[in-house]
């Protein structure tokens, strides 16, 4: 169906010199499917996309001029989505969706970058937006996500995303079930940790997420794992001691839920089985297998030889608090699991803080370190922004903790957490009581 055509402007298709002229109108065009485009007037608008712009360097202004119409775009169906008639929802919300499209086969670069960048301003949109199984925005948008990890500033830093996904597709959660298959694609297309070939590990630990929470099936469980075999061909003795650490970790999130008694879940036993490894007895559960190296979290004594001692002088706790982080980043990086990190720098982050004012500046640099690592891997977590917003005014950086706040709200609109964090600070820190009630009552309406 693709025609060539030369690089000269003159010789091009004549829709591509339209949209150099007028972005938006020309790309509004082709998601609409009035837009002059022959030969490609039956396609599908990604589809005319891309062959329009096959073989168009990065540089060339018609490639530059979709990002811009793109971006464009995206704002404008954003508005018509929320003042909406009736009548008009559902036609504006397929539009949306095959501009999503559009961006995600074509993949123009700073359009990509901020659906990345601001994830909850447009997650906040699409959030209800599913009619029916084959309208869905919402799922459209985070496939894009999911195939655009490979772009450069990615990295792993969606993996809570793609984990909390998994658990929550199917009837006991928050999504449809065919939502498992987006968390796993986005779990599968992380970017490879230093060292490894695969996400097969990260892959696991979606699918052990979702059978914890959803209960599937026997059957439809070992149909699912049985997809992740073939989709990674290992050897006979590649899976076994994966799947214990996969299940061991879920096991100590289920416990640490219920307040340390041990629990486990139907389908481990199954997994388990399976893999022909050792039953786990009612109420215990089984360590993970060791691995070489150092690929296990910190431990308990670790942890405690900071917070019992927390009041010692911040030269002694730096070190032991980098060995705990470095420890759970190395874990991170091996199984894909981010959860031990951003828990021990937001926890120590924290404690640091409430300690010795007379070190409230090293204690707070130290704390805002934490809180931007932890956001590299969990850029919504609510105690991460407020530990960097707290470091920042621990340094008495105190306008630069407000601005931190300020952009916590912008980004996160629908948190009240944030505001009334925010409206502390303004009131304790800034000396602006009267500006903070304001904050707290717009909270409150």
């Known amino acids: 169906m693709s025609v060539a055509f030369s690089s000269p402007t003159e010789q091009r298709h004549p829709w591509l010199v339209a949209l150099v002229i007028a972005p938006e109108t020309e790309l509004n065009a082709l998601v609409g499917g009035f837009a002059e485009i022959a030969p490609y007037g039956r396609a599908e608008p990604a589809d005319a996309a891309v062959s329009l712009l096959f073989g168009l360097p990065e540089e060339d202004p018609a490639r530059r001029a979709f990002d811009d119409g793109c971006l464009a775009l995206l704002e404008r169906f954003r508005r018509g989505l929320l003042d909406a008639p009736e009548a008009r929802y559902a036609p504006r919300l397929a539009a949306f969706d095959r501009l999503l499209a559009v ?22 949109l699409l959030e209800g937006t599913r009619l029916d199984a084959g309208l869905d925005p919402r799922r459209e948008y985070l496939r894009l996500l999911a195939l655009t990890q490979d772009m450069p500033g990615r990295d792993r830093r969606l993996m809570p995303l793609w984990l909390g996904i ?23 297309r992380l970017s490879l940790a230093t060292g490894q070939d695969g996400n097969e590990e990260a892959v696991c630990h979606g699918l052990a997420r979702w059978a914890a929470q959803q209960q599937p099936p026997q059957a439809g469980f070992l149909a699912r794992w049985r997809e992740i075999e073939s989709a990674y061909p290992r050897g006979a003795t590649y899976w ?21 008694q041990a629990v486990s879940f139907p389908v481990a036993g199954w997994w388990r089985e399976d893999m022909e490894l050792p039953a786990v007895a009612p109420g215990r559960r089984a360590p993970p297998p060791a691995r070489k190296g150092p690929v296990e979290p910190a431990n308990m004594r670790s942890w405690k030889a900071i917070t019992d001692n927390i009041e010692a002088p911040i030269q002694t706790l730096e070190s032991q608090v980098g060995q705990v982080i470095a420890t759970n980043s190395r874990y991170t990086d091996a199984t894909g699991d981010p959860y031990y990190l951003i828990r021990s720098a937001c926890n120590l982050g924290m404690r640091l803080l409430k300690t010795r004012p007379e070190e409230a500046q090293a204690r707070g640099k130290i704390a805002v370190k934490l809180a931007r690592l932890a956001l590299e891997h969990e850029p919504a977590n609510v105690f991460a922004w407020a530990l960097w917003r707290d470091g920042m005014a621990a340094q008495g950086a105190r306008g630069a903790a407000e601005a931190i706040g300020w952009e916590a709200i912008r980004r996160f609109p629908e948190n009240p957490q944030w505001r009334t964090q925010l409206a502390t600070l303004l009131a304790d820190g800034r000396g602006r009581p009267q500006e903070a009630a304001l904050l707290l009552r717009e909270t409150a309406r």
Do not use: F, Q
């Open 103 to 124: 961006i995600r086969r074509t993949r123009p670069a700073r359009t990509v970058a901020d659906l990345h960048r601001r994830y909850p301003y447009w997650m906040n």
């Open 240 to 260: 076994p001691p994966l799947v214990e650490r996969v299940l061991a970790t879920v096991e100590t999130h289920l416990s640490e839920e219920n307040k340390g």
């Open 166 to 188: 998994c658990a929550e597709a199917g009837p006991l959660g928050r999504y449809a079930p065919d939502y498992l298959d987006v968390g796993l694609l986005g779990l599968r």
